[in-house]
């Protein structure tokens, strides 16, 4: 359903305001903020055999996901990167390792070539904005919604901005889908009725699995 055009909008200009801003992060600390986002992702989510991790290409100084799913990798897991089918349509995933072969896809983005296509057990999503109730705010398309909404079971997000994504809301509507947790360079959030709240990691490790059993997906494996 089209969004109203006042909601549409301010979601671009939002849009563009956030990109902007992340894109002016001090190389420093951008590299500090994704040092600290890599640890907790590595140190909370131990994806192992059995898995299926989808992850994005990083785009316009977007958090680098690719050395913590290689992580994963050498524990058991497979990747996948995701590829833009056509307008309106859910993405397709199709697997990906380091030296991989790729192609260049839609935004200019690298994709495998003539890998096996693969569906995610748990999606690794890089929000443009971030709301107070764990709902994204991405590039426009909706693929990512259309793309949870297709899959059963439906894979467990973690969201990874960096703190200067954070906006109070992004006005959900009826069809986006909430943030399963966020894990930033401050600390870890889980979904929860009406909002995110912190926890450590421990806790978001034990909500995680139980949320992995609910939904009929792998175990994760131990540390």
Do not use: N
């Not at 359903?1 to 549409?8: F, N």
């Not at 890089?126 to 439906?154: H, I, K, M, N, W």
């Amino acid at each position: 359903m089209p969004l109203p055009p006042e909601l549409a909008a301010w979601r671009k200009a939002e849009r563009a305001r956030l990109i902007a801003l992340r894109m002016a992060a001090p190389a420093a600390e951008h590299a500090r903020w994704s040092q600290a986002i890599d640890a907790r992702l590595r140190s909370t989510f131990p994806f192992g055999r059995g898995w299926v991790i989808g992850l994005c290409w990083p785009f316009q100084a977007e958090f680098d996901a690719r050395p913590v799913a290689a992580h994963f990798r050498e524990r058991g897991a497979r990747l996948a990167l995701p590829a833009v089918v056509g307008k309106a349509q859910p993405l397709a995933f199709y697997e990906w390792w380091p030296g991989a072969p790729l192609k260049t896809g839609v935004y200019g983005l690298e994709v495998p070539d003539g890998t096996a296509r693969l569906v995610p057990d748990a999606l690794l999503v890089p929000p443009v904005g971030l709301g107070r109730q764990g709902d994204r705010l991405g590039y426009g398309g909706g693929f990512y919604d259309r793309t949870l909404a297709s899959l059963e079971p439906r894979p467990i997000t973690i969201a990874h901005p960096f703190e200067l994504s954070r906006i109070p809301t992004t006005t959900p509507q009826a069809h986006d889908i909430l943030m399963d947790f966020v894990v930033t360079e401050a600390g870890i959030e889980a979904q929860v009725p009406g909002g995110l709240e912190p926890v450590e990691p421990v806790e978001a490790r034990r909500r995680f699995e139980a949320l992995a059993a609910a939904r009929g997906l792998p175990r994760v494996q131990p540390a």
